[in-house]
């Protein structure tokens, strides 16, 4: 269900329906109207989110950092685990090599 929470938003969505017609059935319809990246970002997270960032981020570039958490965090966390495996682990699971893990580990040692 679309949960419109500003006007702006609102009104472009109403254009957005007159523009597509009646075939306009579900919020999934939208993909096929909206057109390069707002059309992945339809795709994936739906009209609302779409709509919003272009209202709030239209004409900006966006860059997604490769690194979902902050290194300090990964560091904390691997520097707990005693057992190689684990922290092993812990760096597939966030995107970094075992190698730089087990460096940053060494260095979070030697400061403290």
Partial sequence: MLVISD???RIL???LIEL???KMNNPDDFRGIVGGDYGEIVKV????VAVRMYIHFRGCSLGFPKHFYRP?????IASTCSNR?????IA???????????RMVRESF???
Avoid: L
């Avoid at 997270?45 to 609302?48: A, N, Q, T, V, Y």
């Avoid at 300090?72 to 904390?76: D, G, R």
């Avoid at 597939?92 to 087990?102: A, P, R, V």
């Fill in 45 to 48: 997270f739906g009209i609302e």
């Fill in 110 to 112: 030697k400061s403290e």
């Fill in 72 to 76: 300090e965090y990964v560091v904390s």
């Fill in 13 to 15: 969505i109403q254009d």
């Fill in 85 to 89: 495996r684990d922290r092993e682990h």
């Fill in 92 to 102: 597939m699971t966030c995107g970094y090599t075992s190698q730089w893990i087990e």
């Fill in 20 to 22: 597509a017609g009646e």
């Fill in 7 to 9: 006007e702006k938003e």
